[in-house]
């Protein structure tokens, strides 16, 4: 029975104020009807149709508490506006003729309706109310109407009017408690709402349909490194870098349209600072209608996160010894030679690069040793290149370099002169004095076409051969070498 009678639950705020009122409204008009009804009984007998009007009514007020159950909130709230309305009006002109009452009726219904339904229902009513009392004045002044069946002025009437007084003042105290209990409730939420806003770590941004900054928290603010009162204004879709401008005419369009935009990444330009890579949620919130009322942005700062997947990045494509780029790395320079060569004159040329007996170095020294002497001299080898050319480790104790844009073969001779003159002197590493030397295997192309299996297969089979002739020197592949 408790559950039968309890106030029906919504999940939205707004639907569960209005159906607090109505149920408080259908209280008091049950109990102000059986009231009416036991004092007409009792006091004015004359007037028996009193009793039959009161049942109706509280019928309907059962009515309507079934349809609020029923989730049919306008309706219930109708029912209720409609009775009352013909109970407040047109009753108390017929029957009781206290016109004093008839007018605080009709502005309890007006209220009723404009809190429980909606502002347009109460005009509504209220040009219902305007209209029927002009009807009524005409039907007086004209003589038609003329007091039909009043109640006299004796002590019935004051109590029926003191009890329409009474129960419309328990009814606003009633309402007005529901008003305030929902009050204090949206008050809280709207704490809640604030606290999550200024406290947390993302920044968020409250935003109008035209991108302009209406509010800002904290962590916002410091993302874009100025105060929050120097925010409010700012056309939001105009503070990213020069490199990746925000579409906001697409994003607003879509957001209108209803779409749940996924969450995507771009780069702020905060006052005075470098640029600051950010994750961006965007969210339309509407207003008690349902329209659209303003954009609700989320910024992650995700510079971390940027710098830990360049880092991945990084490990991917490069030896974690020498920190020189590794063989992935170098698939994909191959992979666009063609696109950095800068005119028709210029040329690539590989080297295939192998350590003369590094074996004995490791045998002699120790492979800790072994680890240090190829870390310096992969920094050699980049010392005797240009910053545009690419020096890679192979693995083990072979290098690769690409030189693109490379005009002549005796411009390749004289960097390959050059590395093994580098190498040649002496490494010092942990007090010990270690010579090396190189052989170096070259393949000079003068055409886009060749692939890049071929590139090292042919620069390898010119090492091999100066692997065979003695060691510490240089070759190029050309037609005659063995490949």
């Not at 990444?265 to 969210?283: D, H, T």
């Not at 010579?435 to 295997?441: D, E, F, Q």
Request: some cysteine.
């Amino acid at each position: 029975m408790k559950k039968l009678l309890a106030i029906p639950a919504f999940s939205d705020p707004e639907e569960q104020r209005r159906a607090n009122i109505l149920v408080a409204t259908q209280v008091a008009s049950v109990v102000m009807m059986v009231l009416i009804g036991v004092i007409s009984a009792i006091f004015a007998p004359e007037h028996p149709e009193i009793i039959p009007f009161t049942a109706v009514g509280s019928l309907a007020m059962t009515f309507s508490f079934y349809l609020l159950k029923k989730g049919k909130l306008e309706i219930s709230g109708w029912v209720i506006a409609i009775l009352g309305w013909l109970i407040l009006t047109l009753d108390l002109i017929f029957i009781s003729g206290i016109r004093g009452v008839n007018v605080l009726g009709q502005v309890l219904i007006v209220l009723f309706v404009g809190m429980a339904i909606n502002g347009k229902s109460a005009l509504i009513i209220t040009g219902i109310s305007v209209g029927t009392n002009l009807i009524v004045l005409y039907l007086e002044q004209s003589g038609i109407l003329v007091d039909p069946a009043p109640l006299p002025a004796n002590f019935t009437r004051f109590i029926i009017q003191s009890l329409y007084a009474s129960l419309a003042a328990v009814y606003i105290l009633r309402v007005d408690s529901e008003m305030k209990k929902t009050l204090m409730k949206t008050n809280a939420d709207a704490d809640r709402y604030r606290a999550l806003f200024e406290r947390t770590n993302d920044g968020v941004l409250i935003l109008d349909l035209n991108w302009r900054i209406l509010n800002s928290n904290p962590q916002a603010a410091e993302l874009f490194g100025m105060l929050e009162q120097s925010m409010i204004g700012l056309d939001f879709s105009r503070r990213f870098g020069e490199i990746d401008k925000m579409d906001s005419t697409r994003y607003l369009n879509e957001i209108l349209a209803g779409s749940d935009l996924p969450t995507f990444e771009n780069v702020i330009l905060p006052e005075g600072g470098s640029e600051i890579p950010v994750e961006i949620s965007l969210a339309l919130v509407p207003d008690a209608d349902g329209e659209p009322q303003h954009i609700q942005c989320i910024l992650r700062n995700i510079t971390d996160r940027k710098e830990y997947e360049r880092s991945l990045v990084y490990q991917t494509l490069h030896d974690p010894l020498t920190n020189l780029p590794n063989r992935k790395y170098l698939e994909n320079q191959f992979s666009n030679l063609s696109d950095r060569r800068l005119d028709e004159s210029r040329h690539v040329a590989v080297f295939f690069i192998d350590i003369d007996d590094f074996k004995d170095v490791n045998d002699q020294f120790g492979h800790q040793t072994g680890d240090l002497v190829l870390k310096e001299l992969g920094a050699r080898l980049e010392q005797s290149v240009r910053d545009s050319d690419t020096v890679a480790r192979m693995g083990g104790d072979e290098f690769f370099i690409i030189l693109e844009n490379i005009r002549t073969k005796e411009n390749v001779i004289k960097v390959a002169e050059k590395i093994i003159s580098r190498i040649s002197d002496p490494f010092y590493i942990e007090d010990q004095t270690i010579m090396l030397t190189v052989s170096i295997g070259i393949r000079f192309s003068e055409t886009d076409e060749i692939t890049e299996e071929e590139l090292i297969r042919t620069s390898d089979a010119a090492l091999y051969l100066v692997k065979e002739s003695g060691k510490n020197n240089f070759r190029f592949y050309d037609a005659d070498t063995p490949a």
